[in-house]
């Protein structure tokens, strides 16, 4: 299982419905074309429906009210009409050649509630062959039904004259034993009772044969006849535009899922910690983006962040760290700003602070963007002082409109290959410790080389800056993961919109230079690291490293 992908609630997928609302709408609006296009493609079907009153078609048959009570069971009736007799009579009528089956595929039978009518609907491709057919079938039911019932009236008047000649006979033969008894024997008593009950039996067998042979035969008739049908039953575009909407609709939200499940990136401040183990010390919004060309104003919605990110930072530091890395799980400028903004922060508390450009040109979208934001000039740098050009006084530049920050810039080296994995920038550092309170080094990303994870060794804390929409989770887990392996404890992220390069956010200054250093006087002059420490550090509580 990819320890990555967080587990997902509700505001995940509103906020995923949100993002991917244009390919639920594309797919919706697909869904709803195809619906159009299969419902041209279909032929119209048009329906007729007969209603047929059942009647009992005999002397001896009754009919209860309901479906299912009685002699006659309406739904058996209401398979009869589809039955392959009624359908052959249905084709005769109709003067159709078709196989009585495909006929009978074309009717359906309802029975209403409580009633003894069969409502019989025929289908066919034109309004006039549905009336038709549904009559057909009508006249076939009844028709079928009136043969049925006459043939079972015939075959009782056969059996109740063939029982009268047989009772006929036997009073034939006990009148014969009559005139041959004796008067007044036994014997004639017992032939006169026989001869009496045979008589009963012929009068009785005579009055059904003649009730038979009156009975008049009814199976039904048609209470209501199929009227022309003046629109198809199918198709039924309404039906099918909302079918094909829903699939549309419903493959949207699948699709919309599925990229979701796919996406790694970081879409706002939850994705960063879940699944990465990383604490979320901080998030930006839009509104509170820092800029290119300047630190947050500290009243301001980013300022007021960045001060409780900084009251977190020093609460989360041991008394005797002094080095917070900041760097980017993904690249771009998101660790520069930060950078900025935390050492801009700190100072504010009349503190010392010196701020180290560490992302050296050769992995910079722009070659001087501490320069830019702080007003300071771009070059000597840390890169000339790693490479011995220069001395560490000739790198530090006071930052104007902040006093007690100091900018060391990432200088202007073309050639940096192995400088933050030597020696002398872990001197330097060891300098810088012990001349000021804290010391913020801007930290190339982790995703672009090991420069991190060396800077990493020699800080006392780490914080990643991630930006949404462009850092993906796995990026924050290696990054994280690369920091603590060199035992550098990571005190968390902050989560940034999405950047521009800093390149784009801000024009050249006229005539292709750099820009210029912002104007103001700072309140003191600018001092020599090395030989006037005094002027650049205060003098603080030893051991402290907490804001007054």
């Known amino acids: ?47 007729a429906s007969t209603s047929v009153l059942v009647q009992p078609a005999g002397p001896d048959t009754t009919l209860v009210n309901g479906r299912t009570k009685g002699t006659i069971n309406l739904d058996t009736e209401a398979q009869l009409v589809r039955s392959t007799a009624v359908a052959a009579g249905a084709g005769a009528l109709l003067g159709s050649t078709a196989p009585p089956n495909e006929l009978a595929r074309s009717v359906a039978v309802e029975v209403p509630a409580n009633t003894a009518v069969l409502a019989i609907s025929y289908t066919a491709a034109t309004p006039a062959g549905a009336r038709a057919g549904s009559h057909a079938f009508a006249e076939a039911y009844l028709r079928n039904r009136e043969d049925s019932a006459r043939a079972e009236l015939t075959a009782q008047a056969t059996a109740l004259e063939a029982k009268l000649k047989q009772v006929n006979g036997e009073l034939s033969r006990v009148n014969a034993r009559l005139a041959g008894a004796a008067p007044n024997s036994s014997q004639r008593a017992i032939l006169a009772s026989q001869r009496d009950t045979a008589v009963k039996q012929i009068n009785s067998l005579t009055d059904r044969l003649n009730e038979l042979s009156t009975a008049t035969v009814s199976a039904g008739r048609i209470i209501s006849d199929a009227p022309l049908p003046r629109r198809p039953v199918r198709p039924e575009p309404l039906l099918n535009l909302a079918t094909g909407g829903a699939l549309g609709l419903l493959l949207g939200v699948g699709l919309a899922v599925l990229r979701q499940r796919l996406d790694r990136r970081v879409r706002r401040a939850a994705d960063a910690s879940r699944g990465t183990g990383v604490t979320v010390l901080a998030a930006l919004d839009r509104h509170g983006a820092p800029r290119f060309d300047d630190v947050l104003a500290p009243h301001g919605t980013g300022g007021r962040i960045f001060q409780r990110l900084r009251n977190e930072v020093l609460a989360s530091l041991a008394p005797h760290d002094r080095v917070v890395l900041v760097t980017g799980a993904s ?8 950078a900025a903004n935390l050492a801009a922060s700190l ?55 902040h006093p007690w920050l100091r900018v060391i810039t990432a200088g202007g080296t ?9 020696q002398r920038l872990r001197d330097t550092l060891d300098t810088l ?10 930290a190339p990303s982790t995703a672009t080389g090991a420069d991190a994870q060396s800077l990493a060794s020699l800080a006392d804390a780490a914080i990643l800056a991630v930006e949404v929409r462009r850092t993906r989770r796995p990026e924050v887990v290696d990054a994280a993961e690369q920091l603590r392996r060199v035992g550098t404890p990571v005190l968390g992220a902050v989560i940034l919109p999405r950047l521009p390069h800093s390149d784009e956010a801000v024009p050249p200054a006229p005539g292709g230079g750099e820009p210029a250093p912002a104007t103001g006087s700072a309140p003191r002059d600018q001092a020599d690291l090395d030989g006037e420490e005094s002027t650049m550090v205060l003098n603080r509580v030893p051991g402290t490293g907490s804001a007054r």
């Open 1 to 47: 299982m990819d320890s990555t992908r967080p587990s997902y609630d509700l505001s995940d997928y509103l906020g995923m419905f949100r993002r991917h609302w244009w390919v639920m709408l594309l797919l919706t609006a697909a869904g709803l074309g195809a619906a159009a296009a299969v419902t041209r493609a279909q032929p119209p079907v048009y329906a």
């Open 331 to 338: 690249p771009g400028c998101a660790a520069t700003l930060v």
């Open 347 to 401: 100072a504010r508390t009349g503190r010392e602070v010196v701020l180290v450009g560490a992302q050296l040109p050769e992995s910079l979208l722009d070659t001087n963007p501490l320069a830019r934001i702080f007003g300071v000039a771009p070059a000597p740098g840390l890169s000339d002082v790693l490479a011995g050009r220069v001395g560490l006084a000739e790198a530090v530049r006071r930052a104007p409109r």
């Open 414 to 422: 073309a050639s940096a290959a192995g400088l933050l994995q030597s």
């Open 433 to 442: 410790r012990g001349r000021a309170d804290w010391i913020v080094v801007e």
